[in-house]
Nanobody, 127 residues
């Protein structure tokens, strides 16, 4: 059974850093486009970043560009999100997701494009 499992969330102070992990198992994800989304209470799920598993295509949401970095380790079947200079508005549950092979362009901004999801990991940033 295909599965994505996030880890690495926690509580940090403003300006701090965290690295989230998304471990994939149960099938090959090497042909998929992967993504990170986040959802704060009372808000819609928001696009954070996307990457083709090979690393040849990368994109970021406006709110995180320049502060977050997405990357993969194919040998470990794991995707990461390095988050620097965290701000209180980054507080949310962060989800990793996988989209069907060959998915490109603006559709990757939409959560409905992705057909596999992890359970989420909480990130809390406080002053």
């Amino acid at each position: 059974q295909a599965q994505l499992v996030e880890s690495g969330g926690g509580s940090v102070q403003t300006g701090g850093s965290l690295t989230l992990s998304c471990a994939a198992s149960g099938r090959t994800f090497s042909d998929k486009v992967m993504g990170w989304f986040r959802q704060a209470p009372g808000k819609e799920r928001e696009f954070v970043a996307t990457i083709h598993w090979s690393g040849i295509m990368i994109g970021y949401g406006e709110a995180v560009r320049g502060r977050f970095a997405i990357f993969t380790d194919e040998a470990k079947n794991t995707m990461y999100l390095r988050m620097n200079n965290l701000q209180p508005e980054d507080t949310a549950t962060y989800y990793c997701a996988a989209a069907p092979p060959g998915t490109y362009g603006s559709v990757l901004l939409r959560p409905t494009t992705f057909d596999y999801w992890g359970q989420g990991t909480q990130v809390t940033v406080s002053d």
